[in-house]
């Protein structure tokens, strides 16, 4: 596509469900990242994908938070028993490259997750 | 310590006026140093990228970088209440696989 595509773009969702969200890169972008941001905070990194694989799951903040990643495209990221704190955008990129110099990371418009 | 900071702001600077814009970063690895700039609600986008010592001119846009000093700029002449945004500072480190942004300064250009 175009751009990266995100879905959905809004959600609001009961505390203690599952939600799924949906990242759907630039076209033969090989890297794929997940951060979040919380209201009015800076961007923290989740996750990086390189094709299918994720060298780097550092910033996930706990073990009810999954990704993946398949096809080297479209990537989910998973969120179990959701939690108010866990209220945020969360904004996928991708780039061409391992984010080595030159390869310009781009952001999609993002997915804001409410819960209640 | 964090590992990028900026001054949360806001800076507030009159329209037309020069808006100096400061990072600094603790890895010492890095190498590639970004601007982004975010509107209320929307996305990160890409105003500049410097990966050598020195000066890089983009428009109404400076970024510098002086990696002895682990510090990073960006210069926005002629402001205008448009550039009106937060500006997010990012070092690639991590062994290169990731971004990591500072807090971000928000930027105020009043009439």
């Known amino acids: 596509g175009a751009g990266v595509s995100q879905s959905p773009s809004n959600k609001v969702t009961e505390k203690g469900k599952d939600v799924e969200l949906r990242c759907d890169p630039i076209s033969g972008h090989t890297a794929l990242y997940w951060y979040r941001q919380s209201l009015g905070q800076g961007l923290e990194f989740l996750i990086y994908?390189?094709?299918?694989?994720?060298?780097?799951k550092s910033g996930l903040p706990s073990d009810r938070f999954s990704a993946e990643r398949t096809g080297g495209s479209v990537s989910t990221l998973t969120i179990q028993r959701t939690q108010q704190e866990d209220s945020a955008v969360y904004l996928c990129?991708?780039?061409?490259?391992?984010?080595?110099?030159?390869?310009?990371?781009?952001f999609g418009e993002g997915s804001w997750l409410t819960v209640v | 310590q964090k590992e990028v900071e900026q001054n949360s702001g806001p800076l507030s600077v009159p329209e037309g006026a020069i808006a100096s814009l400061n990072c600094t970063y603790s890895d010492r690895v890095s190498q590639s140093f970004f601007w982004y700039r975010q509107y209320s609600g929307k996305s990160p986008e890409l105003i500049m990228s410097?990966?050598?010592?020195g000066d890089k001119e983009d428009g109404r846009f400076t970024a510098q970088l002086n990696k002895a000093s682990q510090y990073v700029s960006l210069l926005i002449r002629d402001s205008q209440p448009s550039d009106s945004a937060t500006y997010l500072c990012a070092a690639l480190g991590g062994g290169y696989n990731k971004l990591i942004f500072g807090a971000g300064t928000r930027l105020a250009v009043h009439p």
């Open positions: 990129a991708s780039s061409s490259g391992g984010g080595s110099w030159g390869n310009t990371i781009y």
């Open positions: 994908f390189q094709g299918n694989s994720a060298p780097d």
């Open positions: 410097i990966y050598s010592n």
